[in-house]
């Protein structure tokens, strides 16, 4: 059976990582870069690349748009913007663009 002091530990516990995640959000709010998955074309790539939520749904309006590591580019793609730690690249074909 859990004491009283075991369950107010865990109270206060719980209540600072809380406070830990409201202060993270609020910095994300702020611009703050966060963690994305890879969205190379390697099925098996986990890597992630620290983006701003911004530059995140800004990149992803134009859907042949992808957000990638640097050096996970791969052909039929072209490097649209270059940033600190990652790449925009954009779909392609000898043709034109590929249609997603």
């Known amino acids: 059976m859990m004491t ?3 369950r107010a530990q865990n109270e206060q516990l719980f209540r600072a990582a809380n406070d830990r995640l409201k202060d993270r959000l609020n910095q994300l709010a702020n611009g703050g870069r966060v963690p ?15 983006v701003s ?12 748009r992808f ?26 074909e000898p043709r034109g663009r590929v249609s997603y």
């Open 67 to 92: 957000i990638t590591r640097i050096g996970h580019e791969s052909a039929g793609e072209l490097v649209v913007e270059r940033h600190d730690g990652f790449v925009v690249v954009e779909k392609i």
């Open 53 to 64: 939520p911004a530059k995140f749904d800004s990149v992803h309006a134009d859907q042949s």
């Open 36 to 50: 994305f998955i890879c969205e190379c074309s390697d099925g098996d790539c986990l890597e992630t690349v620290e």
């Open 4 to 6: 009283h002091e075991k």
